[in-house]
């Protein structure tokens, strides 16, 4: 449960105490996403939803050029992978996986764990979307050399203090500003994205001088104009920044600043610190189901050199389904009210 | 000299008058107001629209009054309107009109707009915020600006709702040169306006994009919901191109603006 790092701390602690508190922080997500991840998982499934969805129309076209000669991108894109962000340590420096290696990592998919002892748990292994295009890559980051991702600065290094030590004190939020922003249906995967266990799903639409890519994770729509047009003014942030696009050949280079001074990206954990940040993301269409995306990430506040990522996007079939975040976030309401009543405890104890 | 200058000025003249008339002529309106269109010949709607009225008050007439909040006093207080919906009356069944009158008494309460939900259709059509089409072939993008709401209508698939979703299941087609748009699958708990205009799961709208100029959409939405109304009732409204040349829908995740408000019980205190 990599991707969920801190969750299920929480889900141990606030979830014995208040047994209402839904099993995981995404538990808001609506039953459509539900409905979702199971027609990807199985192949019944996945033919009752062809049947009923506009997944064939949808599909990426094996023509690679829009009518009007640009590289076309359109389609339904899967950025869910099994490829760690980081190389791990026990690989050395090797780039690729071997075979054996990634026979294991198949056939760890398959295999569901019970919780720990007091962990009520979460989805088993069915429910999850773990990536379709297996790569033998050790790591998506090819830059630093490394795999990893480059030191912290100073910054950097405080604000990851300051949450290990607030999670470390028992995940007793005083109020939502010390949740994450997926906790708080604000954003996730964010600009450029790291996948997690559902809804890693781009549908990429264009129309001449704009691409629009709106991902399946909390409904957010990326609107990027090509026709030269300028950052948004300075004084104007956002929580997926802001990004224009140009076409280098059959390359889309989109830049991204602006971003909201609480922004958080996984890079790894949901770090804050990007309002000075410059992406620059590269999508190029090699075949009919794959988009060679790559990201390179220069946050000066929170690392003390930029950083390179691959992530290819995979076709997938649809269609994309509404995750109405906010509008279910029980979790909200189930974490504070568990702190509150953790806070009682503790004030009982001392007395 | 003189009368060389004299000649040219003339033929110069003629020209323009020429061009203008043949203009006039072949456009009706001038070059400028021609709809754009597609490659494949439909109206081409890509771009950044916006209602200009008051319906996301009140979709029927209403008259001024004071907004909900005693300190803002006149910044903040409700316009006069006339309304958007065809003959004015809507054909509430009679316990919902007096739910729609609760509803009203109810506004800040009860409206889902005051929450940041999802805002639904036709709502987010109307709500003072821009919004973007995103037009292909086979799919068509809305992406609105309140709550980073967004929809995709499916221009060729005729599957129907899967589930219930806040901004509907939209399946569309084209009618000439008017966009013609079915939605249902809808939850029963969006609103139409801050006056309390509701509806329930069984809601099926039907949106008509005509485009009367290239500034200027025809926006018409025919409501039916056999378990709120006694009959179908339409609104219509122009839609209006946002001319700004950079103009692009901000992001205006509401979530931030709301948790006081929902959530500010739990606070530590």
Sequence with gaps: MSQHGGRSVMTSVVGAVFLTV??????????????????RTTASAQA??????????????ATMKTPWGEPDLQGIWSYATLT?????????????????????????????????????????????????????????????????????????QAIVARRNAWRADGYRPADWLELQTDDRCIMYHGVPPQPSGYN??????????LVAILDENIHHVRLIHTDGRPHIGKNISQWNGDSVGRWE??????????????????????????????????????????????????????FTRPFTAVLPLAATEGPLFEYACHEGNHSMIGILRGARLLDQEAAKSQK | MRGRTGVALCARVAVAVAIATAVAAGQ??????????????????????????????????HPARRGPVLELGAAFSVPAGAGVVEGNDIPYQPWALKQKQENAKNWTALDPEVKCYLPGIPRATYQPYPFQIVQTPTDILMAYEFANASR?????????SPSEFWMGWSRGRWEGDTLVVDVTGFTDKTWFDRAGNFHSNELHVVERYTPTSRYHLSYEATIEDPKVFTRPWKMRMPLYRRMEPRVRPLEYICVEFVEELMYGHLKRK
Excluded: C
């Design chain 1, 48 to 61: 009752s939803a062809t049947k009923t969805s506009p997944a064939k129309r949808a599909a990426p076209r």
């Design chain 1, 22 to 39: 839904p099993i995981m922080a995404h538990g808001q997500s609506s039953t459509a996403t539900v409905e979702r991840s199971t027609s």
């Design chain 1, 249 to 302: 050949g059959d390359t889309l280079v989109v830049q991204t600043t602006n971003y909201h001074p609480q922004t958080e990206l996984r890079f790894p954990q949901q770090l804050e610190g990007f309002e000075n940040a410059v992406a620059v993301e590269r999508f190029r269409r090699v075949d009919a189901t794959t988009i060679d995306y790559r990201f390179t990430v220069d946050a000066p506040d929170v």
């Design chain 1, 200 to 209: 890693n799903t781009y549908q990429i639409f264009q129309a001449p001088g």
């Design chain 2, 152 to 160: 995709v209508i499916y221009m060729s698939s005729r599957a129907e």
């Design chain 1, 84 to 156: 760690p962000l980081e190389r791990p340590k026990a690989v050395g420096d090797r780039e690729f996986f071997t075979d054996e290696e990634m026979q294991k990592q198949q056939a760890a998919l398959s295999v569901d764990r019970p919780p720990r002892k007091g962990d009520p748990g979460t989805y088993n292994r069915f429910w999850f979307d773990q990536g379709r295009a297996p790569s033998r890559r050790t790591s998506q980051i090819i830059d630093p050399p490394d795999g990893r991702l480059p030191a912290l600065t100073p910054r950097g």
């Design chain 2, 28 to 61: 009706g309106q001038g070059v400028g107001d021609r709809i754009p269109r597609t490659r494949e010949g439909k109206p081409d709607l890509t771009g950044t629209w916006q209602a200009i009225n008051t319906a996301n008050w009140d979709i029927q007439d």
